[in-house]
Every structure is written in structure tokens, then in C-alpha cells.
């Protein structure tokens, strides 16, 4: 007689080794979501809220049976468990019936100057990132992995803040500080850049999320915001850094051989709060 492990579905094996491997320390926010662990794991109803879905929604997807997973929420599930390329291709191809689409690439990522990229990847020191003014990221340095590990999975800086679940788990008082600014910032670039269909599709992704939306339309949306501003810090978690409180100041500058561009650079603001 065959085990229950040896009949379940694939797809379910792969998702529960996933969750049992799993470092929480290493996803910014859980501790102060969720508690102190002692141990890898995460549970069903954790990966759930972490993926902004119910856990009876979750429970469908890692028991195997059929139903309209949507992108959005099997990449979420990819992130959160820190799935392999090998364990991602074949949940999402048992899921979807097909190969994932690979992440779009910024057309600018080719005229960005060698001098501005290696700028960047060879910092040691600071965070770093380029965005174009769609804000898509360009290029990065490893450093920034240490504070937004979700650049290792995403192109799109507004995407993640105002769409992706766990960006709400990173990001305190994410609506205030974080996502209203930087709704207020896209609603500009909106009516400058009319035409760019890549920034269409950006919105599109943005306000199909109802709480980003309902930022979009609000009429207490801070006006002339066209860029972070350094003498205001954010606060967030980190990974491996438990539920202490980081403050960081998101500096703009502008590389003059791509003025539609920016390089940002994240430095500490102030001590870390326990």
C-alpha cells in the first residue's frame, strides 16, 4: 500500500517541503506579524495572509485541485516560499499549463552607460538602484537585496509597493507614508508621459488592486509630489532583523546622460528601534 506522501500530488509536495524549509527571518515584517520563530516553517494560514488570500484559497492551490490561480498570486506564493527555478516552473506549469512569462526588461536598460552600471553593481557601501520613468528598475546592486529582497523576482518599483501583498507586511503605516506619496507621484507621471504604453500597463496593474485604486481616486492625495523627498523618513522592516523598526531616507538623484531616469540611493535615517 502506497503512503499518502507518495500519492499526493506534485505540486503539494513541492509546496509543503517549500513551507518546512522555509527561513521566516529572512521575510521582513513576519516577526512583527506573526511572532518569533525558533525554527523553519511557515504555516498554511501565514503563507495566506502573507499572499493577501484566505487560507482555504491557499489550501486549494498546495492540495493540488484545478482552479483560475491568477499570476499575481502564484508569483506571490514563489516569493514567499523562496521556490527554486526548477520547484516555479513546474507548480506553474501544472497550474497554468504553461511555461511562465519571464519578467519584461526595460528597453532604457540598454542605454544605460557602462560608467552609471558599474557605479552601481560595484557600491559596497549604500543600496542602490536605477528606475526609469516608469519605474522599472534598471539596475541594482547586491546591497539593496538586504532591504528589498523582492527586486531578486520584480521589474516594477510601484508594482510592488502598491500592488504586492508582502510590500504591506515590509512597509509601515504603508498607506500614509508609502503609498499615497508614490500614487501621488504616478498620477504625474500619467499625465506627462500619456502615450508610453508601458506605463499604461503599469497603471492598469496599480488600480486593479482595490485599495491602490481607491489611493488613486481619493481627493486627499498629496499634491506635487514628483520624487521621494530625503528630509522625510520611511520606516520598515528588514530582513533578518526581526520586528525592529528601520528608518531610511530614500534619496533621488538624476543621471544626466538619462534625465528620465533616477538613481536612488536608501540610507539610515536614524537608529533602530527595538
Request: charged share 25%; aromatic share 8%; net charge positive.
Amino acid at each position: 500500500m502506497r503512503s499518502k506522501v507518495a500519492e499526493a500530488p506534485t505540486i503539494s509536495r513541492i509546496l509543503r517541503q517549500a513551507r518546512a524549509r522555509r527561513d521566516t527571518s529572512d521575510i521582513p515584517g513576519f516577526t512583527a506579524a506573526f511572532g518569533v520563530r525558533s525554527r523553519p516553517g511557515i504555516t498554511q494560514e501565514e503563507t495566506a495572509k502573507l499572499a493577501g488570500v484566505s487560507r482555504r484559497w491557499y489550501n486549494a492551490l498546495e492540495s493540488g485541485r484545478p482552479a483560475n490561480y491568477s499570476d499575481a498570486f502564484l508569483q506571490a506564493v514563489r516569493r514567499i516560499l523562496d521556490l527554486s527555478s526548477d520547484e516555479w516552473h513546474i507548480v506553474y506549469r501544472l497550474t497554468r499549463g504553461h511555461t511562465p512569462i519571464e519578467t519584461p526588461v526595460s528597453p532604457l536598460t540598454e542605454l544605460l552607460p557602462d560608467s552609471v552600471r558599474d557605479l552601481v553593481e560595484q557600491s559596497e557601501k549604500w543600496p542602490l538602484y536605477v528606475s526609469d520613468h516608469r519605474w522599472d528598475v534598471l539596475v541594482y546592486n547586491a546591497k539593496i537585496l538586504e532591504i528589498f529582497p523582492w527586486m531578486t523576482y520584480g521589474l516594477n518599483v510601484m508594482e510592488w509597493a502598491l500592488t504586492w501583498p508582502e510590500a504591506r507586511t515590509q512597509l509601515i503605516d504603508w498607506q500614509t507614508e508609502w503609498a499615497s506619496p508614490m500614487v501621488a507621484q504616478l498620477r504625474v507621471h500619467a499625465e506627462q508621459y500619456r502615450s508610453d504604453q508601458r506605463l499604461q500597463a503599469v497603471i492598469e496593474v496599480v488600480l486593479r488592486d482595490p485599495v491602490a485604486r481607491k489611493l488613486w481616486d481619493s481627493p486627499d492625495l498629496p499634491l506635487n509630489v514628483t520624487h521621494p523627498v530625503s528630509h522625510r523618513p520611511r520606516r520598515l522592516y528588514l530582513p533578518r532583523q526581526g520586528g525592529r523598526q528601520f528608518a531610511v531616507r530614500l534619496m533621488a538623484f538624476t543621471p544626466i546622460e538619462l534625465p528620465s531616469c533616477r538613481l536612488m540611493a536608501i540610507t539610515p535615517a536614524e537608529p533602530a528601534k527595538e
